[in-house]
């Protein structure tokens, strides 16, 4: 049997946002209760998750990354406020949004889909994308998570610098169980 890897691409945070989301996880860790919190090392935006692969599809998923990079011009990213998926009584997943959807991230996903579709078969989900930070998973507590809530936590984080130019795709390996849980294989960069 083929050595397989569970594979997904994403765009990394640099260090000085992640620092500055970390600086606020104590405070929303204390006001919400999720009870998986993500390690601070694995944040980042999924582009497209692809799956358990083999090993041997890395030259051609690398291919499909440098292809769509080429295609698209560099750009920069703002984060935004707190934001869950899932009813406000058990939402499932507790996130960071972006200020503005930008089309050069528009682009970079669709072209990004387009080549691992034609290196890799890769088929890309057909629900709208929709960029985010996941901070947590599995919300426990009685009361709803309110937009409210999650809007008055995030007002001291957005005091802070929250922009960044992203450098490129990165391809990351999930190992499950492990902290942290992702670790970058490959890296596509942008033409400065």
């Known amino acids: 049997m083929a050595d397989n890897i569970r594979i997904f691409t994403a765009l990394s945070i640099p260090a000085n946002i992640s620092g500055q989301i970390v600086s606020h996880l104590p405070d929303w860790q204390d006001q919400l209760s999720f009870q998986k919190w993500v390690d601070p090392r694995d944040l980042h935006i999924t582009l497209h998750f ?20 080429s ?19 058990r939402p499932s997943v507790l996130w960071l949004g972006l200020k503005q959807l930008p089309a050069e991230l528009t682009r970079l996903h669709q072209s990004l889909g387009q080549s691992l579709h034609s290196g890799i078969g890769y088929t890309p989900e057909t629900r709208p994308y929709r ?22 936590l995030s007002s001291p984080f957005l005091q802070h610098q ?15 169980g492990e902290r942290p849980m992702y670790e970058p294989i490959a890296v596509a960069q942008f033409d400065k």
């Open 50 to 69: 692809i799956g358990d692969m083999p090993v041997s599809s890395i030259p051609a998923i690398q291919t499909a990354m440098q292809e769509a990079v």
């Open 131 to 152: 960029p985010h930070v996941t901070l947590a998973r599995k919300y426990s507590a009685d009361e709803p998570c309110t937009a409210e809530k999650l809007e008055k």
């Open 71 to 89: 295609r698209t011009a560099s750009f920069s990213l703002e984060l935004s406020k707190l934001g869950s998926f899932g009813r406000e009584e």
């Open 162 to 176: 929250t922009a960044f130019d992203i450098a490129g795709i990165t391809l990351y390996r999930t190992r499950l």
